[in-house]
């Protein structure tokens, strides 16, 4: 479908009308006007003088009122020298998406025979879901969305980061201040939940930092030996050796916060 079809023979038939001049294809062209000029479309009309008679203004006016009293989807015209700049009606545009509306190959490419893995989002699994995984979301699923209807057969993958010394700093929270607490008995959405003991443990490490540094020890060895940072580390080779129960809160804590991710999941549709 070419959407300008109806104003070119608009074109080739004010030609005819006013000089008895057949605009041939090279001729008859139409250009998305430049942006400090009003218009959507713009025709050169030189090719016609030889015709008209006249000069570029003079002939783009002939031309632009003609297609104002001929054309439906003009709304308006202007003439810079030898360009002729259009205006098309809004309905012009919203007829042109019901037409692409109703094709049948729209969204129904053939098939390209392309396999294509389009990875989004990726979010740790000890906080909550912000603004950056929001648009990361959007833009991936729009993305999978246009390669599906360009024909290919697209698989969407989530890859969650949900193991490292960062999700266990959640977990020592959890451990030190839960008190045996859940979402369900809190009223908090899984991964704001898991999210508030991530912020736990900061405030906490920073105490710690700051007393052992009030007692003579520098920063960087303070940040170290910080209590709550070496439980979190001791959690992590715990974790990378199998021990049953820290596996067993990673995966209550992880639980809580897919969870959560997925309510948020299905309020976009992805």
Not at 162 to 175: E, P, Q, T, W
Not at 214 to 226: F, I, L, V
Request: charged share 20%.
């Amino acid at each position: 479908m070419n959407h300008l079809s109806g104003l070119l023979q608009a074109l080739q038939e004010a030609a005819q009308a006013l000089y008895s001049y057949e605009l041939n294809e090279e001729q008859c062209k139409l250009s998305p006007t430049p942006s400090e000029f009003e218009g959507e479309y713009t025709f050169v009309v030189f090719p016609l003088l030889k015709a008209s008679r006249k000069n570029p203004v003079e002939t783009g006016n002939e031309i632009g009122h003609y297609l104002l009293e001929h054309c439906a989807d003009i709304a308006a015209f202007n003439v810079v020298k030898g360009f002729l700049n259009l205006s098309l009606k809004d309905s012009f545009w919203t007829d042109l998406l019901r037409n692409i509306q109703d094709e049948k190959a729209w969204n129904n490419l053939p098939s390209t025979g392309k396999k294509i893995v389009v990875e989004y989002c990726g979010p740790n699994t000890n906080k909550p879901l912000h603004l950056g995984h929001i648009r990361n979301m959007l833009l991936g699923m729009s993305t999978v969305r246009l390669l599906n209807a360009a024909g290919n057969d697209v698989h969407p993958v989530n890859i969650y980061n949900d193991r490292g010394i960062a999700i266990c700093k959640s977990m020592v929270a959890y451990v030190r201040s839960g008190q045996k607490t859940t979402p369900e008995s809190t009223g908090t959405k899984g991964d704001h939940f898991v999210g508030d003991y991530y912020v736990e443990y900061a405030k906490q490490f920073d105490a710690e930092v700051k007393e052992l540094m009030a007692n003579g020890m520098a920063k960087d060895e303070a940040e170290k030996k910080a209590p709550i940072y070496t439980e979190a580390v001791d959690m992590l080779q715990r974790w990378e050796a199998g021990d049953a129960d820290t596996l067993a809160l990673w995966n209550t804590m992880n639980s809580w916060v897919y969870a959560g991710f997925n309510e948020t999941f299905q309020r976009l549709g992805v």
